[in-house]
Each structure stands twice: as C-alpha cells, then as structure tokens.
C-alpha cells in the first residue's frame, strides 16, 4: 500500500473549483482557495502547490466524480505527474455527518479528510485511451439520437391516427426519422473504424461478439468497461445486477434484489440479450424455462442470464478465445488417464 504525506482535496464546480491540502497526522495546514476551472486556472493551481513543497510522490489529490467538470483538472494533474483519485460523491457523503453545514470550502475539506482517512481503499484516476474516449462520446450521441428518434416515431404514429392532422408535421417527422436513422448509421460505422483502427481492440470486439447475445453496442460499451477490471462479480455490481441481500436479526429478512442504479443502457443491453438468447438459443431456453417451472420468478431467471452472459463475456476476454457454444469441460487427470489407457 502506498503511504501519502499529503492530501489534497478539491470540490469542483462549473466554473471554479475550491482546494486545501491536509497532512499526517491529519490537519489542515493549508485552508480552502478558489481557482478557476479553466488551463489558467489550472496552472495557478499548479504553482500553488509548488508554493508548499509537495512532493508528488507522496502527495494525493482527491476529487468527487464529476463528469466533465472535473475531467479537465484531472488530466492536467495526471500530466504534472501527480497521484489523482476520482471517488463517487456518494462514498464521501455517507462518511460525514448530514446534519452538517454544506459550503465548498467544508467540501473540499471533507474530501482531503477522506483521502487520508481511507487512503488504502482509493480509486487512482488513470486516462482511458484516446479511442476509447472517442468511443464513448460517440456511444453517448448515438443514445440521444435514439431517444430522439423514438419520439418522432411515436409523433408520427399519433399523427396518422389523428381523424384531422397535417401533412407538414407528417413530412417534419418523417424527414427527422430519415435524418437520425441516417446519422446513427454513421456513428456505428465511426465507432467500428475507430475500435478496428486499434489491433487489441478490434479483436477483443470480435471475441466479446462471439458470445450469445451480444451484438456491436454491447460489446462497444463493455470494451469500455473492461478496462477497468475483468471480475464479472465486479462488472455485474456496478451495473446494477447483482442480488444483494438485506437481512438483519429475525425480523428483516427481504427477498434478494439488485441495487436499482447503475448504468442504464448498458443494464437495458444485457436485459435485451438476456432475453434474445432465452429465445433463440436452445441452452438458455432450456434454463429458462426449468428454472420458472421450479417456481422462479421470470424476471430473476432473466436476471441470472444476463449475470451468466457477462460471466461468459469476461472469460472469453481473459483467455482471449472465442465463444464455443457446445464446449465440454474435460478433467485433465481423467484425460490424462484415457491418454495412458489407449
């Protein structure tokens, strides 16, 4: 485990974001100053902390996930050579009181506090690769023209139905469906090049579609996300799929569900492949169908094909071999021993 001196914590806003340092054993020994979320302010920030001779070996700087607001601050300090750790808002609320005053001076206190307090259960903020960043906005636009493009269909569906309607909001949405239908198309086109432009992309991408299931955007999405690990206990919590118990004592004792949060899209696509396989392949629609015939709620069988889907998903990846739907397990010592006995 690495061991810091010094704590940095920052509590980002649009426009500003407010920093003070802490050291160990914990104390503020430099209060909160306010520096514009820009490259000038960034550069300030720099050379303030130059001011107090940290070293960047032993110094962290902790920020709450903020998307874009705290995406450019981050990758200035990764460049600058200095340990950045990006940790959800919600893991830094639940660890002070609620009751509290909320100003961003306290905040950014609050977040160098728990940099030091839990210094060893840090998420250290690393860049993605460049494709991959391409990738995800582009996975991002392609899901806002598709909402888009579902509403102007529904529009449309309304207006034909409608006794008196107008041909101009008929033609108004047609031309928007062809439009964004035609867009989506390149975007696809776009994220394929992008993903084959690189030759370990490209192929994890060929070997993530090979497994039941999975077509271009789920594989896409979970390209991304494997890059941060291949546990698909991991993955399936994240995403919001995994069955967490709640009992306690006697008297509370809830049936298992997921969290309900987590990536909405990416939980659709597996729901959606969870459901095309349980149709078109035989093995899952065997499953299926004796697990609800023991009493199984349909939904939770789903749930368990989608938890099985990601599982095959992270193998594939981690061996760097292909989906082989009628694969057989064979023990190495009997095979051993049928190699010995022939």
Request: proline share 4%; aromatic share 10%; charged share 20%.
């Amino acid at each position: 485990m690495r061991t810091f001196v010094s704590f940095v914590g920052i509590d980002i806003a649009s426009a500003t974001f407010m920093a003070c340092i802490g050291t160990t054993p914990w104390k503020i020994t430099v209060k909160p100053v306010k520096f514009e979320n820009n490259e000038d302010g960034f550069v300030s920030f720099l050379d303030w902390l130059k001011e107090y001779n940290l070293k960047v070996e032993s110094t962290v700087v902790c920020m709450e996930a903020t998307g874009v607001y705290s995406e450019g601050l981050a990758y200035f300090l990764h460049a600058s050579g200095y340990i950045v750790a990006v940790e959800p808002p919600l893991n830094i609320q639940r660890k002070f009181p609620l009751n509290a005053s909320k100003t961003d001076e306290l905040d950014c206190q609050y977040i160098a506090e728990y940099a030091y307090r839990y210094q060893d259960k840090l998420s250290f903020w690393k860049p993605r690769a460049e494709i991959l960043e391409q990738v995800k906005v582009l996975l991002t636009t392609r899901q806002h023209f598709s909402t888009q493009l579902i509403g102007h269909k529904n529009a449309l569906h309304a207006i034909n139905r409608k006794k008196v309607s107008s041909e101009l909001a008929k033609c108004s949405h047609q031309n928007m469906i062809e439009q964004i239908a035609k867009t989506i198309k390149e975007i696809d086109k776009e994220i394929r090049r992008l993903i084959d432009s690189d030759p370990t992309f490209g192929q994890t991408l060929l070997l993530l579609m090979t497994v039941p299931g999975i077509g271009l955007q789920l594989a896409t999405h979970l390209l991304i996300l494997m890059q941060e690990t291949l546990d698909p206990r991991v993955l399936a919590s994240y995403i919001g799929i995994s069955p967490i118990k709640h009992q306690s004592g006697t008297s509370i004792h809830s049936a298992p569900t997921s969290r309900h949060f987590g990536p909405p899209v990416l939980r659709k696509l597996l729901y959606l492949a969870a459901c095309s396989v349980r149709t078109h392949k035989k093995q899952f629609q065997q499953y299926f169908f004796r697990k609800v015939a023991e009493g199984k709620h349909r939904k939770l069988v789903l749930n368990n094909i989608q938890n099985k889907i990601l599982k095959i998903a992270c193998a594939v990846v981690r061996s760097q071999q292909p989906y082989i739907a009628n694969y057989v397990s064979v023990n190495p010592i009997a095979f051993q021993k049928a190699l010995t006995n022939s």
